[in-house]
C-alpha cells in the first residue's frame, strides 16, 4: 500500500497508536475467535479497556474520561476495524457517553462518564423497534410519568451490546399524541432492574462477536432523574444532533476494513503460488489491488476530510451521509473483491477477509439505511 499519512495526525498521536496497537494485539486478537464461538466478548474486555484508558477518549478528564478529542477515537476505531475485531461494541458505548455529555444535566455527568470511562457500565443504544427502524417517530416503548418515577413498557431490537449492556440510552415515547416531540431519552442502569429482560442474542449474518439482543421491557419503573437532561420531549432534537458523530464513525470503520482487507489481500497474492508463479505477479490481480486501493485511498481522503470537518464542529449531517453511504458501499465492494483474490480460502472464517467480509455487509444498513441516507442528501441537492 502506497504511504499517506491522515493530515490530523501527529506525533503524540502516533505514540498513541502504539499504545493502541499493542492492547489489541495482546487483549483482543488472541480471543477473536473464542468470542465469535460464544456470541460476546468476555466482560473484563470493558474494565480492561479503561484501566488503559481507552473509553470515552474524546471525552473532557473532569468527568473521568479520555481528555482528547474525536482523533483519539479514530485510531482506536481504525486499529479495530483493520483487525476485523467487531465483537467489541466501543462505537456505541462511545455514542451513548456523548449522549450524556451533550444533552445530560451536570449531575448526570458526573454519574454516569466516570463509570463509562472505567468500563464499569457499558453503554448501549436502544432506539430499534420491530416496527420502528429509520423512522424513529414510529417508536412505541411508552414511558409514563408516575410521581418520582417512569413506568416503561415495550420492546426493541438489534441493540448493540444489548446482551451485557449495563446503561441503555432508551428512546421511549412520553407523549402519545406527538409523533415528532413526544420522543423522550431515558438512561436505564440495568443492574437489578425488576422487569427488564434480554431476550435472544441474535443469530447474524456476520458480527458473531457482537451481543446483538432484543430487549423486553415490562412494567419496569426508571427514576425520573434518569430523563436525559431535564425536559420530556426533546428526544428527536437530541437523536438528531449527534447523527453527524454517528455516521462518521460508521464510515471510519468501514475505511479501517478496506485497508486490513487490503493489507491482508496484498500479503496472500504475493505468497499464493499458482501455475508456477505468485498469482500477485498475474496482470488481472495487480489491476484488482490497483483499483481497491485507489477506491480504499479516496475514502480514505474523503474520511479525514470528514474528521477535519468535525474537528472543527462544521461536519454537517449530508456530508456525514454521504460520508456513510458511499465508503460503506465501497467497503463491501472492496472486501467483495479481497475475497475473489483469496480464491476457495477466502470463503473459510480461518481467514480475516471472510470474516469481515460478513461483518461488514450491515455497514450499510444500521445508522440508517444507504437508501435513507441517498433521502437525506437528495433535500440539499
Not at 499504545?19 to 465469535?36: G, L, S
Not at 462518564?113 to 416496527?131: C, F, N, V
Not at 441516507?373 to 441537492?381: G, Q
Amino acid at each position: 500500500m502506497l504511504l499517506y499519512q491522515s493530515p490530523w495526525i501527529d506525533d503524540d498521536l502516533i505514540l498513541f497508536r502504539e499504545n493502541v496497537v499493542r492492547f489489541i494485539e495482546t487483549e483482543m486478537v488472541p480471543y477473536d475467535a473464542k468470542w465469535r464461538a460464544q456470541h460476546h466478548v468476555d466482560l473484563d474486555i470493558w474494565t480492561k479497556a479503561g484501566e488503559m484508558g481507552l473509553l470515552c477518549l474524546d471525552l473532557p478528564a473532569e468527568y473521568g474520561c479520555g481528555g482528547g478529542d474525536f482523533r483519539h477515537e479514530c485510531v482506536m476505531y481504525e486499529e479495530l476495524s483493520r483487525r476485523g475485531i467487531s465483537g467489541f461494541g466501543q462505537g456505541v458505548h462511545s455514542m451513548a457517553a456523548h449522549y450524556v455529555y451533550n444533552y445530560g444535566t451536570e449531575v448526570q455527568k458526573k454519574r454516569w462518564l466516570p463509570r463509562m470511562a472505567k468500563g464499569e457500565l457499558i453503554g448501549a443504544i436502544a432506539m430499534t423497534e420491530p416496527s420502528a427502524g429509520s423512522d424513529l417517530q414510529g417508536i412505541r416503548t411508552r414511558a409514563v410519568l408516575e410521581g418520582d418515577h417512569y413506568r416503561v413498557n415495550g420492546s426493541k431490537i438489534f441493540i448493540t451490546n444489548g446482551g451485557s449492556a449495563s446503561l441503555l440510552m432508551l428512546v421511549v415515547r412520553t407523549n402519545p399524541n406527538e409523533r415528532k416531540h413526544g420522543l423522550s431519552l431515558l438512561m436505564v442502569e440495568t443492574k437489578d432492574l425488576k422487569g427488564y429482560r434480554v431476550g435472544r442474542v441474535l443469530d447474524k449474518m456476520g458480527l458473531p462477536a457482537q451481543d446483538t439482543a432484543e430487549l423486553f421491557f415490562e412494567e419496569v419503573r426508571v427514576p425520573a432523574d434518569c430523563l436525559l437532561g431535564s425536559e420530556e420531549g426533546r428526544g428527536m432534537y437530541q437523536l438528531m444532533g449527534d447523527l453527524p458523530y454517528e455516521r462518521l464513525i460508521i464510515a471510519l470503520c468501514g475505511v479501517g476494513a478496506m485497508e486490513g482487507a487490503l493489507a491482508e489481500t496484498s500479503k496472500y497474492v504475493k505468497e499464493r503460488q499458482a501455475f508456477g508463479q505468485a498469482i500477485g505477479t498475474m496482470q488481472h490481480i495487480r489491476f484488482k489491488l490497483a483499483e481497491a486501493a485507489t477506491i480504499t485511498r479516496v475514502a480514505r481522503v474523503f474520511v479525514d476530510d470528514c474528521i477535519q470537518r468535525l474537528l472543527k464542529g462544521a461536519l454537517d449531517n449530508e456530508t456525514a451521509s454521504m460520508a456513510k453511504y458511499w465508503v460503506t458501499d465501497m467497503q463491501q465492494q472492496v472486501l467483495d473483491e479481497c475475497v475473489q483474490m483469496h480464491g476457495g480460502y477466502g470463503y473459510m472464517n480461518e481467514y480475516l477477509v471472510c470474516r469481515m467480509f460478513a461483518d461488514s455487509r450491515v455497514q450499510r444498513i444500521y445508522g440508517g439505511t444507504n437508501e435513507i441516507m441517498k433521502e437525506l442528501i437528495s433535500r440539499s441537492v
